[in-house]
C-alpha cells in the first residue's frame, strides 16, 4: 500500500439552504491538512485530499480518515494539527470530532 492513511475532506458545495463544506472553509482544510502533513515530513505515508459528499451535511465542515473509518465533523483550521497528532500519528481519534 503506498500510503497508510488517507484524509478525505469534503470540498462539496450545494445549492441554498443546505449547509455545505465547500463553502465553510473545505479547501483550507485540504491546504491545512498537506501542509501539516508535509511540515512533519508525513506527506509520503499519508495523503490528504479533497472530496466530495461525505453525506453529513449538517456536521460539516467533515473529513474521514481511512483506513480507520473515523469521520470528524465541525472541522476548523484549528483543529487540524490535533487530529494529525493525536490520530494520524498517534493513532487515537480525536474523540470531541468524532461523528458516531
Given at each position: 500500500?503506498?500510503?497508510?492513511?488517507?484524509?478525505?475532506?469534503?470540498?462539496?458545495?450545494?445549492?441554498?439552504?443546505?449547509?455545505?463544506?465547500?463553502?465553510?472553509?473545505?479547501?483550507?482544510?485540504?491546504?491545512?491538512?498537506?501542509?501539516?502533513?508535509?511540515a512533519k515530513g508525513l506527506d509520503i505515508e499519508i495523503r490528504a485530499q479533497r472530496a466530495g459528499c461525505l453525506d453529513t451535511c449538517g456536521k460539516g465542515p467533515s473529513?474521514?480518515?481511512?483506513?480507520?473509518?473515523?469521520?470528524?465533523?465541525?472541522?476548523?483550521?484549528?483543529?487540524?494539527?490535533?487530529?494529525?497528532?493525536?490520530?494520524?500519528?498517534?493513532?487515537?481519534?480525536?474523540?470531541?470530532?468524532?461523528?458516531?
Open positions: 500500500m503506498k500510503y497508510t492513511k488517507h484524509v478525505f475532506v469534503c470540498t462539496n458545495d450545494k445549492e441554498a439552504p443546505k449547509k455545505c463544506c465547500g463553502s465553510e472553509r473545505g479547501m483550507e482544510l485540504v491546504n491545512a491538512f498537506k501542509e501539516g502533513l508535509k473529513v474521514v480518515v481511512y483506513p480507520e473509518g473515523v469521520f470528524y465533523g465541525f472541522v476548523t483550521p484549528e483543529d487540524v494539527n490535533e487530529i494529525i497528532e493525536k490520530h494520524l500519528i498517534g493513532n487515537e481519534p480525536v474523540e470531541r470530532l468524532v461523528i458516531a
